[in-house]
């Protein structure tokens, strides 16, 4: 399986997961105001903690977004490109958003695919703060209150990256988690669901980075860092099945099914499972 060597030291925890009660929440994202405004306002009033959020047929003017890029130096094995503007209004087909809020301060980290105005196909990190709701959308939320999402730096990446955290008991249906470098992606949603007892659960929102893609069909995508985002995903019988879309480092969208055991975080993924079916806690090794 493909690896890439971190510039800090290596965590003993390859997994962070924490299981807490989580609801659906639907809500609309006003015109006029940033990504940033339009899904943390609504989250806070309702008490919201962390989240993962998805978006539909959402126009945004103007959108702006970096991709996954090479090493800025020896302090990041991957980084980000230089921002980029799309031209007049954007279509997003999908967007995913972890969402935590810490001391009424909002963290938010997006990834998502869209039509530019000219009708081609994009993908990226959108940078919340800089990019409009343009007409108003509908999103979905599947959220938790006995459970938050705060920023810190993780010295493995060297990056500032949102992890789990614990604010009340640990019980309910739903697991909030955060996946390390080079761990497989579809082996570790099993570890997680065998760790919370679910023979059955949904992938629910969910994004973050691959080490490259590999799909089902046979189709690679050669970079060694591509920012993803769940489009649907799930574990039957504890087998993970996840169908992803994959930006890759010029800003192309790919799609399909991720073979088992062959596609490892890049940097950080962040995973909401919504449990099913439960059997006997299991253990994480």
């Not at 008490?47 to 959020?53: F, I, K, S």
């Not at 001391?103 to 980290?109: F, G, K, Q, W």
């Not at 059955?200 to 920012?227: K, M, N």
């Not at 993803?228 to 087998?239: A, D, H, K």
Request: aromatic letters at 4%.
């Amino acid at each position: 399986m493909r690896r890439l060597v971190q510039p800090g030291p290596v965590s003993a925890e390859r997994i962070e997961m924490l299981r807490g009660p989580f609801e659906r929440l639907s809500f609309v994202l006003g015109s006029g105001l940033t990504m940033t405004a339009a899904i943390s306002r609504p989250l806070m009033a309702a008490g919201v903690r962390a989240a993962t959020v998805q978006i539909a047929g959402l126009v945004l003017k103007p959108l702006r977004y970096v991709m996954p890029g090479p090493a800025d130096g020896p302090a990041h094995v991957a980084y980000f490109s230089a921002p980029h503007a799309a031209a007049g209004r954007s279509l997003v087909t999908l967007a995913n958003v972890t969402f935590g809020c810490v001391d009424e301060t909002p963290r938010l980290h997006c990834h998502a695919m869209w039509t530019d105005a000219d009708g081609s196909a994009r993908g990226g990190h959108i940078l919340l703060d800089e990019s409009l709701v343009a007409e108003p959308a509908e999103a979905t939320a599947w959220t938790f209150t006995a459970l938050g999402i705060d920023a810190e730096p993780d010295p493995e990446t060297n990056f500032m990256l949102l992890r789990p955290e614990r604010l009340g008991p640990d019980t309910g249906s739903g697991v909030l988690a955060r996946i390390r470098p080079n761990e497989d992606l579809c082996n570790a949603i099993e570890t997680i669901a065998r760790w919370a007892g679910l023979r059955d659960a949904e992938v629910r929102g969910s994004l973050g980075s691959l080490i490259g893609a590999v799909f089902d069909d046979g189709r690679v995508v050669p970079d060694h860092a591509t920012e993803v985002l769940v489009q649907s995903g799930s574990v039957r019988g504890g087998i993970a099945a996840i169908d992803m879309a994959v930006v890759d480092m010029q800003g192309r969208v790919h799609a399909g099914r991720l073979v088992r055991g062959e596609n490892p975080v890049c940097i950080t993924f962040d995973l909401v499972l919504e449990g099913g079916r439960s059997s006997q806690a299991g253990s994480t090794q």
